[in-house]
């Protein structure tokens, strides 16, 4: 049972781009959306995260938009490097008594010179 | 340095034998859990500990058995590996909001 579903499976993006990538969740009780990086051969990583109270959270190049009304939340990569190809991974969970995280599909980035 | 150590990086194993994954973080988080990542499927919950002293199974929990053998420890066992669980394995913690994980143990059924 998917109940984070994120698009697109891959993205290829020109250096100095804008690298987007979707997710949408269908459980109301999920207050806490991380966003994952992996590099080859390595774990994921928390990247960014946001809470339902806020529409937008900046941190250096990477940005999460939120849209509680649509279920819906984003990740947004502005002037794309070849260091940020990876395989990111959304992800949602309440973080009220124990923690289970549920994650996307991941999306493979890959950012060309 | 802080973390989350994953033992053995690499196996292959042959169908019908048993192994166990090790576990262990040092940075006193409560809660620890074991995934399994499958290329188009993302990272599935296969069981987790809340706390110590106790496990609960996750999205994936067949062929597989924990143990929380104290705070800092969490091992996985496959009794009889299939190809099936053929996979790249991943142990977390977390002490309440984003996860910290290992690098993971490429586990090859043959």
């Known amino acids: 049972q998917q109940q984070v579903k994120q698009s697109p499976q891959s993205l290829i993006v020109q250096k100095g781009g804008i690298s987007i990538i979707n997710c949408a969740y269908e459980n109301t009780a999920f207050d806490y959306f991380p966003w994952y990086q992996q590099f080859p051969g390595k774990g994921p990583a928390l990247l960014i995260a946001i809470r339902p109270d806020v529409s937008e959270k900046k941190e250096g190049r990477f940005t999460i938009s939120f849209n509680k009304s649509a279920k819906q939340f984003s990740l947004h990569i502005m002037d794309s490097q070849p260091g940020d190809s990876a395989t990111y991974f959304c992800a949602a969970s309440n973080t009220w008594g124990y923690q289970k995280v549920t994650f996307g599909t991941g999306t493979k980035l890959q950012v060309i010179p | 340095n802080a973390g989350v150590t994953q033992t053995p990086k690499f196996q292959v194993l042959k169908t019908g034998q048993s192994m166990t994954l090790q576990c262990a973080q040092d940075m006193n988080h409560n809660s620890m859990y074991w995934y399994r990542q499958d290329p188009g499927m993302g990272l599935r919950l296969i069981y987790y500990s809340a706390s110590e002293g106790t496990t609960d199974k996750g999205e994936v929990p067949n062929g597989y058995n924990v143990s929380r053998l104290n705070k800092r420890e969490f091992s996985l066992r496959l009794e009889s590996a299939a190809p099936s669980q053929t996979s790249v394995y991943f142990c977390?913690?977390?002490?309440?909001?984003?996860?910290?994980f290992g690098s993971g143990t490429r586990l090859t059924v043959v």
């Open positions: 977390a913690s977390t002490i309440g909001s984003g996860y910290t």
